[in-house]
């Protein structure tokens, strides 16, 4: 397993690029940050995932690939708009459900993000800090593409695409060679600043502008719900009431909105959710040091029996065969998933 590094810092004021690879889900989980995710492998493939980034003071870039098939469900960045540029697609990778458009890319705004990732798949992400974008784009092209974002698809002929794509695979490629331009503040902001200039020529938003997107009932009851989940301060204690109180909806309203997002319930997300949380503290444990009662009431399960079979249909092992996994622990505890 390649070393972890972290992948984001707030602040800074320079450029910095880095490798990264994982071969368990919860190692890929904790270094996707600021996407806050549950990955789901989909298939017996050993999981691997690598990635190449680089950070600059307000866009994050990176290529990944992928070696089996995975469900991603969680939470997108926030403040970030996020573009998901396809390098290789399967034919079983889906975005909220739908299969991908020729006619322009996947996009996301702050809230929730669901995907099926198929085996060999490689892509660009490119999350841009929504501030700058408001800085550096005429107000009326930036307010269009942040609706796109909002209607999660942003038109891009397919041309388009590979001249963007293949621009910044070549910036990858160069500060990976020349590290040493990361640490002239002048070198990254004329990379933000020629970044946003191609993507205004890319994306096609011409013409009067269009009425804004609505965003339903539904959805805006979702985005509440979201951010009251990231912002918790212990998510083991919220309850399905909790987060109608906070989205300001009903039950069956925030029922519908996880369905049509996620495929799943309100219940089955938040039950979800802490079982990735008790399998990294799992991973990030020697034995001995906790046992997996102490972490199934930690994590707001109060039956261990049910807990470690539930945990071995979502994982395909026992907790106690996690927290015995020796090659996992010290590593992901130098980085850990924080929530």
Not at 116 to 136: A, E, K, P
Not at 212 to 231: H, K, M, N, V, Y
Request: with cysteine; proline share 7%; net charge neutral.
């Amino acid at each position: 397993m390649g070393q972890l590094a972290p992948f984001v810092d707030s602040g800074i004021e320079h450029g910095r690029r880095g490798d990264f690879c994982a071969d368990e889900p919860c190692f890929y989980e904790a270094h996707s940050l600021p996407w806050e995710i549950m990955a789901t492998p989909l298939d017996r493939r050993p999981f691997g995932h690598w990635k190449q980034y680089l950070v600059t003071p307000s866009v994050i870039v990176y290529q990944e690939g992928f070696t089996s098939a995975l469900r991603m469900r969680g939470f997108s960045p926030a403040g970030r708009f996020g573009l998901c540029l396809p390098l290789r697609l399967g034919c079983k990778t889906t975005y909220w459900n739908e299969s991908p458009r020729g006619d322009g890319v996947p996009a996301t705004m702050p809230g929730g993000v669901e995907a099926v990732i198929d085996s060999g798949q490689v892509h660009l992400m490119l999350l841009l800090d929504l501030v700058l974008l408001h800085r550096s784009l005429p107000p009326d092209l930036a307010s269009r593409l942040v609706d796109a974002g909002k209607d999660r698809f942003v038109p891009m002929a397919r041309t388009a695409v590979n001249s963007l794509t293949s621009w910044l695979c070549e910036v990858l490629a160069e500060t990976a060679r020349h590290p040493e331009a990361l640490g002239y503040p002048a070198t990254m902001r004329a990379f933000e600043d020629e970044l946003l200039d191609r993507l205004a020529r890319t994306v096609q938003l011409e013409g009067p502008s269009r009425p804004r997107p609505t965003i339903s009932l539904r959805r805006q009851g979702l985005d509440r719900a979201l951010e009251f989940l990231r912002a918790a301060d212990d998510a083991s204690t919220i309850s399905v009431p909790d987060l109608c109180a906070a989205a300001g909806v009903s039950q069956r309203t925030l029922e519908y909105a996880f369905r049509e997002t996620f495929g799943i319930t309100p219940l089955r997300f938040i039950r979800q959710r802490r079982f990735h949380m008790a399998r990294h503290e799992l991973l990030v444990t020697r034995p001995g040091e906790i046992t997996v009662g102490d972490v199934a009431y930690r994590t707001g399960f109060l039956e261990p029996g049910r807990f470690a079979m539930d945990y071995r249909q979502l994982f395909g092992e026992l907790p106690s065969q996690t927290l015995r996994r020796e090659s996992s622990h010290g590593l992901a505890a130098k980085h850990p998933l924080v929530w």
